[in-house]
């Protein structure tokens, strides 16, 4: 009962309660700062996923409607047959709906990227509903997105946005090399 009473007895329980304190708000500020520095390099990892995933799409999009443009080049008229199979790859296009990554990439380029998606997704569409009437039509639309897309630059920035993705993620220790098969 005389430990109740002495000074040792307190400082001692006082030291023990106020080291257990700081340890406490220590280690959840370490935790914390861990957190979200892990929280950050995973967004910057799905986000690299989506942007090439988006980039290789997309440049295989721009290569194949160049091959229908290249296709009509020089002739005065489009017909059904200089378009026979035309079609957009949308795919990760479309599931980057469904991505918080999406919204991660720079607004211009996904503006550029979402305009000739729609733009040529669109005119492909009322091609085929129209039972392919006016293939000029699509071809103008095609050619016209298609230039704007080289002109803005898009793939290249894109490529860009990627390298500096890449590179975020080497130096946090995150490998992202593609693999070759």
Not at 78 to 101: P, R
């Amino acid at each position: 009962m005389s430990d109740i009473r002495s000074l040792p007895y307190w400082v001692g329980h006082f030291l023990a309660v106020a080291s257990t304190v700081v340890g406490v708000y220590l280690a959840a500020v370490v935790g914390f700062d861990v957190a979200v520095k892990l929280t950050l390099v995973e967004s910057d990892r799905g986000t690299y996923y989506l942007a090439e995933s988006m980039h290789q799409e997309l440049e295989f999009n721009a290569a194949n409607m160049q091959k229908y443009i290249d296709k009509v080049e020089g002739k005065p008229y489009v017909y059904k047959e200089h378009l026979a199979g035309i079609k957009l790859n949308d795919y990760v296009f479309q599931a980057s709906k469904y991505t918080d990554s999406v919204f991660e990439i720079d607004p211009t380029l996904l503006s550029q990227i979402s305009t000739f998606y729609f733009a040529v997704g669109n005119a492909i569409q009322a091609y085929y509903d129209s039972n392919m009437a006016s293939p000029a039509n699509v071809m103008a639309v095609v050619k016209r997105e298609t230039k704007k897309l080289q002109e803005q630059g898009t793939l290249d920035r894109l490529a860009a946005y990627n390298a500096v993705l890449t590179e975020n993620l080497k130096k946090q220790g995150i490998n992202v090399a593609q693999p070759t098969y």
